[in-house]
């Protein structure tokens, strides 16, 4: 792992520095006052949405930052033209300085001709100069080029129980500043000066996190239901079985196409699940399963991608169908618990299908099974629309 210790003067020599890329020369530098149209421009060209969304509150707060000399824009330059652009942040938590990077994009044209890894490496530097003792980042693990660039510059995952162990409650401030309330989808990655890369928390234990947090979600919605707390222990047989019969389908057809898996609990997602169960609500958003291979690239019309992502939704939709059925045919407390698998079940199934993903939140699995097959979204689509109704009526 790279010293993160202040150099001064990096970020002015690299500021002189042209970098080569295939038949361009990009020109990194800070952004100057009056060019925050031509980036917003840029952002219009270059992303979705959803993105544009994001990234422009995020440039909107490093401008303002600027002038207090805590945070700040890069911009690249070609033959006058702005290609890509990163913001940059600086927050002092625990009396520890540190370092942000967000709104990391390039132009579309110029995309593939390390763009992005020299808005990166200079924001490192920028931050370094200022005394930023770490740096953090969010990155979707689909937004392949991203997620390639900060991994082979020395980020890890940041997991929450260090998150907790170095911040304390204070953890909700990074949760805050990076959006990561939002950023469903997104990894925590971190930068420091540790020789060694932390050791992330294996698989099993990120499921019986999520395990624990959805079982508590379904808990909280019973008792505000009015159920006792005998009911409990079904509650997390439910909530396992459904847990389970939604990801390990998919880790068995990324066997199937040769893709290395890995579950990850999203953290912020048993937190509001929390306070939407406490409201009587159910809010089963607790984390997903990603390909874990270094330089994977997301192609979703690669064959067996649209397999990939469909069939956690399809078997979630067996499962509440199941779920409807039994609570239909069964007496007493079982009512209930069958009720709430149900309901679970069937909001995974929805969640899934939304058609949105943006690289800075709400990355939807809905957008990829769309592209990789319609016809397969129009079903999961018609099929969960008509147990609405059926569950309506009857």
Known sequence: MRDL????????RIVEVYAMVPETQIHIRVMLPG?????????????????????????????????????????????DRIVGSVSMRIQRTRGRQAGFIGALVSDREFRGRGVGRQLVDGAISWLEERGCEVVYATADRYNSSSWNIFIHRGFSIYEFPRQLRDYGLNFLRLWLVEFHFVGYGTFFLRLDG???????????WHFIAAWLGLSLMLGMRALRMGETVSLIPLLIVVAGLSLLAHEFPQKMVGRLLDLETDFKVWEPGLFLGSLFGAVGSIFPVYGSTYVKQLDWRYDPRKRGMGAFFAIGPFISFVMAFVFWVLSSTTRGFLVTSMRIGFLMNLMNVFFNLIPLQAAGGLVWDGKKILIGSKAVWMILFTGTASLIIIDVLF
């Open 5 to 12: 210790s202040p150099k001064q003067g990096i970020f002015t």
């Open 194 to 204: 540790e020789e060694e890369i932390p050791r992330g928390r294996s698989e099993v």
């Open 35 to 79: 060019e925050k149209s031509e980036v917003e421009e840029l952002f219009g060209r270059s992303l979705g949405l959803l993105d544009k969304i994001f990234f422009q509150l995020t440039l909107e707060g490093a401008l303002k930052r600027a002038g207090i000399q805590v945070g700040g824009s890069l911009v690249g330059i070609l033959n």
